[in-house]
């Protein structure tokens, strides 16, 4: 019952977050002037209708001697208002405006189409990542001060320090431009678990994987070494077990308590992905799709993205003290 | 059981020492302040002690190298693009001498070769090649002598200029022109001066040689008794002052200027025009074109980019640091010391302000202050999202020490809540403020780094360049020239590297209850 409550309030607390923090923005993105651009083959009366009957301005009236549009804008609580009842209504989220690829259409759809590449490079970098990272941080701590330990916790410093950017361009130019083991950049197309197109994210993949491999590997044997000093191993030796058995039934359970929840919030926060690794390899994902809606300032993408990185970034951290409470019973009996 | 002690007589009983008054024995060690303890156990750590001078000599080359430079951030040489590193000492070996390996045709081949037999500049370098299996050449070709010569036009005034420093200095830079009809035909090679040489044919580039495998010069030539129309007076000729005997027995001058609508067209060798316009012209100090670490796609120094880089990266990073203590500290303190009510509305803000991404915050305020200058939106966004940390940390240090007896013993006396904050609880929390205000800087840096690659913010404006502009710049020319990326990289790895060990370092140096535990 304690969970329970502490978990709504968690998940009240977040909502209020994250409300609090989308009209932010929408009241932001709204005080700026609003961007119409007629291109060229484009109507401009039907830009300012359609922008008339989605709230955001009225009385839109032509002149047709000084060839100017005028019009008023609708006060930005009343947009708010407008936009509201569209997305829970309608669950329409808008419809692109200035970027031309995705001109008049609808913003929920490009999102959901732009998501997979994201999720899969970041969930294939996630697989190939924790295995590695733990299992070279368990090894290092039961190697403790041996050189294994010594080999990879400097391989973990190095590892760490080299910025993902710097990765990322040594990956390329080792492994795409001499050895030409990759394509340069992500191949185009929806067919996403083919074998060319696995190859071409592999890079991607590899550039994210090594940090995280190193951060995953730094702190399993942070805790493992931790808790293979404590006072019960030695009592677990000493009924008798073997090292073997009393590091994986007594020494692992326990350092897994904070790993678990880490990994997790990574989990989630791989929903986000890399913006630099996106941009580097052209992987067209959502970070690409962010990136161009501030370039080409289309308000509506704009609101959407925020409110999705948003949201990843707050689930990620209550995620991460929800498990905490699931996991361990320290803390689960602990409260009541 | 007897007790054996009981009846001892007075007179049995002496003092210990022979005086009256027991003092404390007088402590023969040495007493250690915090800060000694604390620099004693930094220095225990090797890692972090080697950190440290890294950082010391990456912010010496930040702080010194701008002032020994003679390039300027703004300055971009045209032909000078993607020069390879060059440095005098090296330039005898096969590295750092400013040439790469290459490995061409006959046509490339002789296209650099005869550049260097026109001037003795050598595009190839010490004229050195070799003949592989395949046929063909090997050698190293010359980044700095690779373009030749150029087409210049000159005002009269700029073409005596040039004269005089010939006169004075003895260094030819104008060589004979070369007519347009006796040039190759097509429309890029009639533009490269390059072609002084007899061709085959109109359209080729092949060279044509003569019996003695020389090439044959097809300078424009004029009778030394006609009237020079090129007015030039430079005693510095390639065929000698009392010019040259032709095959017909006329003594020819060569033309070393084609007369155009706004003064002369001259044939110049870009090295030694380099070197005249920069030490004759302009005196800014630069001599022969010389790059310690090359120069970028757009020509740019990249020693002084990525010095003035690092400069200004390391000053807005402290800057930004300082205003975020400065700010948090306050912010913490006050959240902290009267907990309740102020301390939750205080703390649901921060929490609120922390979970907007930082992407988030820099786009909209860019979007914002647009013709803003792109550094304080930067100065800002790291405002807003840093000193977050900043306060929480002070925020904890006040909960830990507010209800302390001497705080009480303070408030007994009579001590306002002012004085409380400042003089008794504020410089616990100053220790760990400073450490993490050091380890904030990095990462600042870093993200920085992240954002000009990512081309939201545009630093390199005027005289102001970041590392992550450079490192953008340099991924553009991965494939053709790689060192534009790898000295900003090597710059932003050693700094991570280096504050990554520091920063460990420091935790430890600073944590009391690790006394004595290495040992």
Known sequence: MYMFKYVLKRLGLVLFTFCVIMVMCFVLIKLLPI?????????????????????????????????????????????????????????????????????????????????????????????????????????????????????????????????????????????????????????????????????SMLPAVFSLCLGSIAGYARFTRAELTEVLTSEFMLLARTKGLTRGQATLRHALRNAMVPIFPMILSEFVLVLSGSLVIESMFSIPGVGRLYLDSITYQDYDFFMLLSGFYTLVGLLAGIITDISYGFIDPRIRMGAR | MENTYANIPKEKFEFASGRDMVHDKRLETKPRSYMQDAFARFCKNKGSVVGAIIIIVLVLFAIIVPFFTPYQVSYYDTYYTSTLPKNNLFASTSFWDGCEAREDGL?????????????????????????????????????????????????????????????????????????????????????????????EGKFSTKIVYDEDGNVIPVYSKRLASAEATDRYTSSMRIEGADGFVGDDGETYYYNYAVITSSGVQCRVNYYEYFTYYHSYVLKDGIGEPLFMLGTTGTGQDILTCLASGARFSFLFAIGVAVVNLFFGAIYGSIEGYYGGKIDLTMERIADILAAIPTMIVITLLKLHMGSASQVLVLFLAYFMTGWIGMAHTTRMQFYRYKNQEYVLAARTLGAKNRRIIWKHIFPNALGTLVTSCALVIPSMIFSEANLSYLGIINLSTGNITSVGTLISAGQKSLSTAPFIALFPSLFLVLLMLSFNLFGNGLRDAFNPSLRGAED
Request: with cysteine.
């Open chain 1, 35 to 199: 961007v119409v651009t007629v291109q060229i083959g484009q109507d401009a009366n039907i830009i300012y209708r359609q922008l008339e009957a989605r709230g955001y301005i009225c009385n839109v009236v032509y002149n047709s001697t000084t060839k100017l549009w005028t019009y008023d804008t609708v006060p930005i609580m009343t947009q708010l208002g407008y936009y509201l009842q569209r997305i829970f209504v309608n669950g329409d989220f808008g419809i692109g405006v200035s970027m031309a690829e995705y001109r008049n259409q609808p913003v929920w759809d490009v999102f959901m189409e732009k998501l997979p590449p994201t999720v899969l490079i970041n969930t294939y970098s996630t697989i190939i990542g924790v295995p590695i990272g733990l299992g070279l941080g368990i090894l290092a701590a039961l190697k403790k001060n041996k050189w294994q330990d010594q080999v990879i916790s400097v391989g973990i410093i190095l590892l760490i320090s080299v910025p993902s950017i710097v990765m990322g361009l040594i990956i390329q130019y080792i492994f795409c431009f001499r050895l030409r083991w990759f394509p340069l950049t992500m191949m185009s197309g929806f067919d996403y678990f083919t074998w060319p197109m696995f190859r």
């Open chain 2, 107 to 199: 046509a490339t081949f002789t296209y650099y070769y005869a550049m260097g037999q026109e001037t003795g500049h050598n595009a190839v370098k010490n004229q050195e090649y070799e003949i592989n299996d395949e046929g063909m050449y090997v050698y190293r070709l010359d980044s700095y002598h690779k373009t030749g010569m150029i087409y210049i036009n000159f005002t009269l005034e700029q073409y005596q200029n040039v004269q005089s420093y010939q006169d004075e200095t003895g260094r030819q830079v104008i060589y004979p022109t070369v007519n347009y009809s006796d040039r190759p035909q097509a429309t890029q090679d009639q533009q490269n001066a390059n072609y002084y040489y007899k061709t």
